[in-house]
């Protein structure tokens, strides 16, 4: 009859909407097992930048230091060289000064 075979379809569908929801289900839960696994990574990855950050910055801190006593090394040879050339010259003046009363 009419019915029973309307009833049959609508349970065949019924059975085919409870399957592809179920499906769905299982792929959400599957999609969402993915996401939190992406998420896992995603922090790490996170954790691993921030540590390479802090290497860096201390790298960086490490060549400042490094610059300014170079820096300050320099400053120390060239007052030292400033200071020699200045004895060297006040020795050549006593030197002559010395020839000069030794000549007179």
């Known amino acids: 009859s009419q019915f029973m075979e309307n009833n049959q379809s609508l349970?065949?569908?019924?059975?085919n909407i409870t399957s592809s929801t179920l499906e769905t289900i299982?792929?959400?839960?599957?999609?969402?097992s993915s996401l939190q696994e992406?998420?896992?990574v995603a922090k790490e990855n996170d954790k691993?930048?921030?540590?390479?950050?802090?290497?860096t910055k201390?790298?960086?801190?490490?060549?400042q230091t490094a610059v300014?006593?170079?820096?300050?090394n320099v400053d120390n040879?060239?007052?030292t060289t400033v200071q020699h050339l200045q004895e060297s010259e006040d020795l050549e003046t006593d030197d002559?000064?010395?020839?000069?009363?030794?000549?007179?």
């Open 58 to 63: 201390s790298v960086f801190t490490e060549i």
């Open 96 to 104: 002559t000064k010395l020839r000069e009363s030794l000549n007179s």
């Open 26 to 32: 299982v792929d959400a839960k599957s999609l969402t």
């Open 11 to 15: 349970v065949v569908n019924h059975t």
């Open 48 to 55: 691993t930048i921030l540590t390479h950050l802090d290497e």
């Open 68 to 72: 300014q006593d170079h820096n300050g």
């Open 77 to 79: 040879f060239v007052a």
């Open 38 to 40: 992406e998420a896992k």
